[in-house]
């Protein structure tokens, strides 16, 4: 197992070549901060999220898990690693294909809560990743089954049970909350 202190400053390329391990880190302010294990409401989801939008997304974009992406958070360096992202094609190649850190602003990150954090922490976290250039942040909040959509023009939009989440940037996409967690067998 890889262990990194978090007391030591690493420059962007310091982090991007630390070797993989068991625990996944995030690179913030210089820092290698470990993500947060995963449970099983958490681990159900990203699969169900994977499945509805991977079929969704063919001949579109990509979707990947716990894939880091090459941002920039108030002017440093910044390599989030969210549950799930969505690029398109247009934005990212089909024809890329690489083993490394996504180098594109991708159009949609999802997070999804895990039991010992707080949604005011990812409500930042959205709002860093889209003044990053992110166009959409989904907060799923397994204990109150709902979905928070954050837009980049700063308004959020809750979804609950059969309330499609429809989106003019996810051409054809529509998915419900309960769609989603009945997936993950939660419901």
């Known amino acids: 197992m890889v262990k990194v202190s978090t007391d030591i400053k690493l420059t962007l390329e310091e982090f991007l070549a630390l070797p993989e391990g068991d625990v996944n880190y995030e690179f913030v302010d210089g820092q290698a901060i470990p993500k947060v294990s995963p449970k099983y409401f958490h681990s159900t989801l990203q699969a169900a999220?994977?499945?509805l939008l991977r079929t969704w997304c063919k001949g579109k974009g990509r979707v990947g898990s716990e894939w880091a992406i090459l941002l920039k958070r108030q002017g440093k360096d910044w390599a989030p690693v969210p549950d799930l992202t969505y690029i398109s094609y247009e934005r990212l190649p089909k024809s890329w294909k690489r083993n490394e850190a996504c180098p594109e602003?991708?159009?949609l990150v999802?997070?999804?809560i895990s039991p010992d954090q707080t949604m005011k922490e990812f409500e930042d976290k959205a709002k860093d990743y889209l003044e990053a250039g992110v166009?959409?942040?989904w907060v799923v909040d397994p204990e109150s089954i709902s979905i928070?959509?954050?837009l980049s023009d700063e308004s959020i939009q809750v979804y609950t049970d059969n309330k499609p989440i429809v989106d003019?940037?996810?051409p054809e996409l529509k998915l419900t909350t309960r769609?989603?967690?009945e997936e993950a067998e939660l419901l």
Do not use: G, K, T
């Open 148 to 150: 928070r959509v954050f």
């Open 110 to 112: 999802i997070e999804i």
């Open 105 to 107: 602003c991708p159009e």
């Open 135 to 137: 166009s959409r942040a």
């Open 168 to 170: 003019a940037l996810l």
């Open 49 to 51: 999220f994977i499945i």
């Open 179 to 181: 769609q989603i967690f």
